[in-house]
């Protein structure tokens, strides 16, 4: 096992490269399994979450070639299997897409229900519903979902909240289901845009997608392309937050400034400077922080993804900030590591209030998911003294070579091995 050590106190500054999104990566590679010809997808980013959904890729006898770093080519063709097993399923969220894609790809699916970061209760009631609106029929046994249907039939499907994972998985269904699809209340994050722009670069006929209302005309043939994903929203979210908490002075560069309106518009109010450019953001820290009531909405609202971040930050600000998380029932796993670091949060089921203290201090600490991970480096990196954060495999799932990125902007940080011993005694 490692862990990252951070001696915190240095002022970020030089530029950054922001990798491809792993929400968007980790829809549109299921997705590629609709079509009929091999897909070259570039701007992938190094994560452990793509790993896991190459073995899926592998398992269902799709062959997947790395042609470089970030770009992967995938041949679906001989398609073999329908099975996402536990093993694989359970290390991450995404796996559910396979629903999506194995249904409409082939009618039928069997996928272990999925892993990822504990938030709370995460049902897929809102995907099995869009399914069965489709004319699927599902069942469970034993922990895995199967779905099938004699003939996926277009239909209106009217979801009860706003959900990205239901959103996207009902829109590769409905890609080659018979006639017309209508999903109302759609997710409109700009990773479900791109899964739209990547099936309608394959040929499929899907319109509306980043607003409320996505309609989507099934078709009979899904053809080979070459599509360069996004990036990351929440990866330059993370680093602007990480600029502001060190003083710092950074371009974010590889970026899609509108994505980042709803983090710059907060950064801005707590004091911190942010300038646009076309496709890269400069953050300057330094000036007093200012509190901050923050909300977490579906996209274009504040995402829920950054949440442990500002949240951080706002432990660096003056006078007490407000935070309400209205997504997620338990996104708050990550305060009791703060406390250690002298922060003074209370929570109060969906809503913390942060007195802000100015500064925080090293301790040692756990990510306790992927997000909670990166607000423990933003406060470490802020912190006077040493942080030594365990459980970084979270971390390791979505963030790409984090801590070179970091250490290329004067962070000093690393990545230690926790001796095996240490490890034992942990667990005793
Ligand atoms: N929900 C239901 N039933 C459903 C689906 C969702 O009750 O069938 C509820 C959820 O429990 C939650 C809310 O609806 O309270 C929103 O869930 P959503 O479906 O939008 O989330 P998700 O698909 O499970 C994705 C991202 C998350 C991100 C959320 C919200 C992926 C793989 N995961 O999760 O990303 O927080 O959307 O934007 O895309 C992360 O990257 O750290 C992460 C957790």
Not at 156 to 184: H, P, Q, S, W
Request: hydrophobic share 45%; net charge negative; charged share 20%.
């Amino acid at each position: 096992m490692e862990k990252y050590v951070i001696r915190g106190g240095n002022r970020l500054q030089g530029e950054v490269t922001i990798s491809g999104a792993k929400n968007a990566a980790v829809a549109i590679l299921p997705a590629a399994l609709l079509s009929d010809e091999p897909v070259i997808i570039e701007n992938i980013p190094t994560i452990s979450d793509i790993d896991w959904s190459i073995k899926i890729l592998n398992c269902l006898g799709v062959e997947v070639r790395m042609l470089n770093r970030s770009t992967l080519w995938i041949d679906p063709k001989n398609i073999t299997g329908h099975t996402v097993p536990y093993e694989l399923a359970k290390n991450m969220r995404a796996s559910y897409y396979f629903l999506g894609s194995l249904l409409g790809k082939i009618g039928v699916a069997d996928v272990a229900l999925p892993g990822g970061c504990d938030l709370g209760t995460r049902p897929i009631d809102q995907h099995l519903k869009g399914f069965a609106a489709l004319n699927a029929v599902d069942s469970m046994e034993n922990g895995i979902v199967h779905l099938e249907t004699e003939h996926l039939t277009g239909n209106r499907i009217y979801f009860d909240m706003v959900t990205v994972g239901g959103t996207a998985n009902v829109m590769m269904a409905a890609c080659k289901a018979d006639g017309l699809t209508i999903i109302e209340n759609a997710a409109k994050e700009p990773h479900i845009v791109d899964l739209a722009n990547f099936l309608n670069s394959m040929g499929a006929d899907i319109m509306g997608a980043g607003t409320d209302v996505i309609k989507i005309r099934g078709v009979d043939h899904l053809h080979g392309t070459q599509y360069s994903i996004i990036p990351d929203q929440i990866e330059a979210g993370t680093f602007m937050v990480m600029a502001a908490a060190t003083a710092g002075n950074v371009l974010i560069r590889n970026v899609i400034p509108k994505h980042l309106e709803c983090i710059t518009v907060k950064l801005q109010k707590m004091g911190v400077t942010v300038e646009e450019y076309d496709d890269s953001v400069r953050v300057i820290g330094g000036a007093p922080l200012q509190k901050a009531n923050i909300k977490t909405l579906p996209y274009p609202g504040f995402p829920t993804d950054m949440q442990p971040q500002i949240s951080t930050l706002l432990t660096l600000a003056e006078g007490i900030s407000i935070i309400t998380e209205s997504i997620f029932d338990s996104r708050f796993k990550y305060v009791d590591q703060l406390r250690r670091m002298g922060a003074d949060i209370s929570v109060d089921g969906k809503v913390a209030v942060i007195q802000g203290t100015g500064r925080l201090k090293g301790a040692p600490v756990k990510a306790t998911d992927l997000r909670a991970g990166a607000a423990m480096i933003i406060a470490g990196l802020a912190a006077e003294g040493i942080t030594e954060i365990e459980d970084i495999h979270y971390v390791e799932r979505g963030y790409d070579g984090i801590e070179k990125k970091l250490r290329a902007l004067g962070a000093d940080i690393k990545k230690v091995i926790i001796p095996e011993e240490a490890v034992l005694q942990q667990a005793r």
